[in-house]
């Protein structure tokens, strides 16, 4: 099946700084890639639509500044917290698409990031 | 408002021991429903999609059923190797996109 990969998998910072997270669809071309934040025992909950080169679509909530998320080709995307703090502790999944039905959606095996 | 309610929470099943899983949905014009499987730490993988009611797919010791208001998930006979978190999720347009509503899932355990 379609493989899509998360780096880094696990990352500790410290509040205030930057954290960037990388998606990438390893054997494919994703039209589409999606970014899911999941805290304990909740549900995934969308943050934001990226198509390959055009600008990111953000749900209503999410700060698009805190939020950074480039989509630079048909295989990587990338999702940067800004100025983290610990409330941005959570477990962030990325997701590609390589068609229109939701059944060419494959998941990343997220990253799981606490910031001290 | 588009909405997905999976019951129960968690469920702790004996090897062998048969069960369900529901999902209940309220969507305008269902489009899809998704069932996912979640081990811990990982990302959602896919089991099945249903599109109309009566629909039912099968894989092994799972098989998913399709209402007009819910979803079931059968386990039969179930194995240790089944404890996961199982998520469903439908297909909803909001504010003209397409996007997935996520359930906030069951947490399976198979006792040995």
């Known amino acids: 099946g379609a493989v899509v990969s998360q780096h880094p998998s696990r990352v500790i910072c410290k509040s205030g700084t930057s954290v960037k997270i990388e998606c990438r669809s390893l054997?494919?071309?994703?039209?589409?890639m999606f970014w899911y934040r999941q805290f304990p025992k909740q549900s995934l909950m969308l943050m934001a639509t990226s198509n390959e080169g055009s600008k990111a679509t953000y749900e209503q909530g999410v700060e698009k500044d805190k939020f950074l998320i480039n989509h630079a080709s048909l295989t990587l995307s990338t999702l940067t917290v800004t100025s983290a703090h610990p409330e941005d502790s959570s477990f962030y999944i990325c997701?590609?698409?390589?068609?229109?039905?939701?059944?060419?959606?494959?998941f990343g095996p997220g990253t799981r990031l606490t910031v001290l | 408002e588009d909405q997905v309610t999976q019951s129960p929470e968690a469920l702790r099943l004996q090897e062998g021991e048969s069960s369900s899983l529901n999902c209940s949905y309220t969507v305008s014009g269902l489009r899809g429903l998704f069932w996912y499987r979640q081990d811990p730490g990982k990302g959602p993988e896919f089991l099945f999609t249903?599109?109309?009611a009566g629909e039912e797919k099968e894989k092994e010791r799972l098989k998913a059923t399709l209402t007009k208001k819910e979803s079931f998930l059968h386990i039969t006979a179930p194995k240790p190797e089944d404890s996961a978190t199982y998520l469903c999720?439908?297909?909803?347009?909001?504010?003209?996109?397409?996007?997935?509503?996520f359930g906030q899932g069951t947490r399976l355990t198979i006792n040995p």
């Open positions: 054997d494919f071309q994703a039209t589409t």
């Open positions: 997701s590609a698409r390589y068609g229109r039905a939701w059944d060419t959606q494959y």
């Open positions: 249903l599109y109309s």
């Open positions: 999720a439908v297909q909803a347009t909001i504010q003209g996109a397409q996007k997935l509503v």
